[in-house]
């Protein structure tokens, strides 16, 4: 990617149970602070530990629609974090969004009264009918501009920040919210444990014993805009997307490909979109769901990309995997160490898999260096890459 197409990233936000916004995150990050446990936001029989966001602000809550709330929270925040208050039809401004859960009629009681009654209320289809995350974004903020809703499994965020950054190239908006959101609801809790792959205990991403995934929710935006829109607004920004990468190697269902060759492409493409070459990265935030097979093809992936000397983390250890807002979060969490200087340790981590070429950071970790790679392994064979830079 030629520098002149590189898009400033001139706001941030982020809610998860790491905290209710960037600054909060970071100092969960910084203390270790796992804020998991059971779960509270619906009956359910099923004991696994997640991690659910404390508290949504009441200005942003919305019956019924959580993803959406969580969705609103960090868009106000990277927003205000842009110094983009009131009225925001005077821009050309794009809203990419990625999801899972928000894009599912997600009411068991809706089919289980249609089931055994042949009826049921509309209320759960109406929202449902409602709740196109992006389309949603656009009217609350009185945006102008594309909007589409990214629903790609758990690569959706990522690839949503990818699907702005092409708008921005190909001129079809000046500003792009970008990002994802998800919430935890009991679909899916049910749906990844009868895969086999949640596990009892705190998740482990990389290590040598880990037995499964922890589902979590929240949101992640970035606003990314050109720099010609950002010299008219009087905005600086220390930080760029610099490249995107995506391919599907249509392996398996749910299972990643042995060889990893489609995350290999996705990162191979990242590097050449962002110009630059692998040792030039300082850090990876890996997709890292400690789940058995996800680890060991994207730890080897990594090390023969990138060599066995890598600083690399997986952040699921504080927020737990989610979903179709991983990419959003952690392309949030990328650029905020980028700006900060460091990397968390990679919680959970505690003994080396011998099969696993890299060992992730045990402890908060000092990073230098222009650019970090965040990485997403979705279902469906689906893979994508992002590079993010410092000026």
């Known amino acids: 990617m030629h520098e002149n197409n590189r898009m400033f990233i001139t706001g941030i936000g982020a809610i998860s149970a790491a905290g209710s916004n960037v600054a909060d995150t970071l100092d969960s990050f910084s203390l270790k602070n796992r804020n998991a446990g059971a779960v509270t936001l619906f009956d359910t029989p099923l004991k696994y530990p997640v991690f659910e966001v404390n508290k949504i602000p009441d200005e942003h809550y919305l019956e019924g629609q959580r993803t959406l709330s969580l969705a609103l929270c960090a868009v106000i925040e990277a927003l205000n974090d842009a110094h983009m208050e009131g009225d925001l039809s005077k821009y050309r401004l794009g809203i990419s969004m990625g999801t899972t859960v928000a894009s599912q009629l997600n009411d068991l009681d809706f089919y289980k009264s249609y089931r055994s009654t042949g009826s049921a209320s509309m209320t759960s289809v109406d929202r449902y009918l409602k709740g196109n995350l992006a389309e949603f974004i656009l009217r609350k903020i009185g945006a102008r501009g594309p909007a589409l809703t990214v629903v790609n499994a758990c690569s959706s965020g990522t690839d949503a920040i990818g699907v702005a950054l092409s708008w921005l190239n190909n001129g079809l908006c000046d500003i792009a919210i970008a990002g994802g959101a998800d919430e935890l609801n009991r679909i899916p809790l049910c749906g990844f444990g009868a895969l086999g792959i949640v596990s009892m205990d705190l998740c482990a991403p990389f290590d040598r014993d880990r037995n499964g995934l922890n589902l979590g929710e929240g949101a992640g935006i970035l606003i990314l805009e050109t720099k010609e829109s950002a010299r008219k607004r009087g905005i600086t920004s220390d930080l760029f997307l610099a490249g995107y990468g995506s391919s599907s190697d249509a392996y398996h269902l749910t299972a990643p490909h042995p060889e990893g060759k489609g995350l290999k492409i996705s990162l191979q493409k990242a590097l050449i979109d962002a ?27 990594l090390a023969e990309i990138f060599g066995t000397d890598l600083k690399m983390l997986s952040t699921k250890g504080f927020t737990g995997h989610t979903l179709g807002a991983a990419g959003g979060l952690e392309a949030v969490f990328t650029a905020s160490a980028l700006r900060e200087g460091w990397i968390p340790a990679s919680i959970g981590f505690k003994n080396k898999d011998e099969a696993i070429p890299l060992t992730p950071v045990r402890e908060r970790t000092v990073i230098n260096g222009r650019y970090a790679v965040s990485t997403s392994l979705a279902f469906g064979g689906n893979n994508a890459a992002i590079v993010i830079g410092k000026v």
Do not use: C, M, Q
């Open 275 to 301: 110009g630059i070459k692998p040792e030039e990265v300082s850090f990876v935030n890996a997709h890292g769901t400690a789940t058995p097979d996800n680890d060991l093809v994207e730890g080897k992936v």
